[in-house]
């Protein structure tokens, strides 16, 4: 595994993170197992969030924990709070954010979060209000360090003049389907593709300038929730390129496409969100070698992208 230091808040993070999202799939006993083995594999970074069946997720895993050798300090715990789909809103308050976290800390039975993620932009945001919950949850000992996910960089801006702690993470899209954090640059001032359009306000340089860690959730996925593309016959070039590299490096595809995120110099970091612990050792491989420069460039333009 390789491990990083994000903004000088947090020592050895693993570059691979698990996703906990779909962990009310398991009992307590899987569950505890998977926590281990993902330990083993070199993942000390789980991420959260209060909509992950609805609390359920965080539960699971707060169960299972106590069944693991693991301390609290050996893992980094993050979770997400904003979302209300229930209520068919996002909300940013001051109230909701406190509530949510003090919701998270009792399902996941633990005193403090490592990282509290705003998840998704609330329309209505006050800075202000944001900036005084950060200040409380800090006071209390109850979080160490905030981000946010899927905010442009004009959001993070008006953040960032309100609120004093250091925004350290901002979790977006990416993978190899779903590339648009870098096409704007490639293409920009290109009136062939669409691909040259600016969807993020440059949030990826943004980020790196500020020293913001990308996490990358469905690193795998293609569109947003369409399935998975690797062995997609629909990605017949793609799935060419990736198994051609797959057996140079010995590895499954799925950690070659891994690789190639952890490839950009951004340090981003991918999300695994499966339950499945030879599924997640395959992607853990993906910390084992790297890509050449050349070989970027190959699997991107597999993906279906040109050169302009």
Avoid at 53 to 81: P, Y
Avoid at 214 to 231: R, T, V
Avoid at 233 to 250: G, I, Q, R, T
Wanted: proline share 3%; with cysteine.
């Amino acid at each position: 595994m390789i491990y990083q230091n994000i903004a000088g808040k947090i020592d050895k993070a693993s570059s691979i993170i698990l996703g906990c999202m779909r962990m009310p799939a398991l009992n307590k006993n899987e569950a505890a197992d998977l926590i281990s083995h993902a330990f083993d594999d070199g993942i000390n970074y789980f991420d959260h969030a209060t909509i992950y069946g609805d609390g359920e997720a965080e539960i699971r895993f707060g169960e299972a924990f106590k069944d693991t050798d693991l301390k609290r300090e050996d893992v980094i715990i993050q979770s997400k709070c904003g979302l209300h789909i229930d209520r068919q809103e996002f909300d940013w308050s001051k109230e909701d954010i406190i509530e949510s976290v003090e919701g998270s800390l009792k399902r996941l039975d633990m005193d403090y979060l490592d990282v509290l993620l705003l998840h998704r932009p609330d329309l209505l945001f006050d800075p202000v209000e944001v900036a005084e919950a950060f200040d409380r949850l800090e006071k209390e000992g109850k979080v160490r360090c905030f981000g946010v996910s899927n905010v442009t960089s004009g959001q993070l801006e008006l953040l960032r003049k309100y609120v004093k702690q250091p925004l350290v993470i901002n979790q977006l899209q990416f993978s190899l389907d779903q590339t648009q954090l870098i096409d704007g640059g490639l293409y920009m001032n290109n009136m062939t593709t669409d691909r040259s359009i600016d969807r993020d306000n440059g949030v990826l340089d943004y980020c790196r300038l500020n020293d913001i860690t990308i996490q990358a959730w469905s690193p795998l996925q293609k569109g947003m929730f369409g399935g998975c593309f690797i062995g997609d016959p629909e990605y017949k070039e793609l799935n060419d390129v990736l198994k051609k590299l797959a057996d140079k490096y010995k590895v499954s595809p799925a950690a070659v496409a891994i690789a190639w995120i952890l490839r950009h110099p951004a340090k981003i970091q991918p999300i695994a969100g499966t339950m499945n612990k030879g599924h997640l050792k395959d992607i853990c491989d993906a910390a084992s070698f790297r890509l050449t420069h050349h070989e970027w460039y190959e699997l991107y333009l597999a993906s279906g992208k040109f050169l302009p």
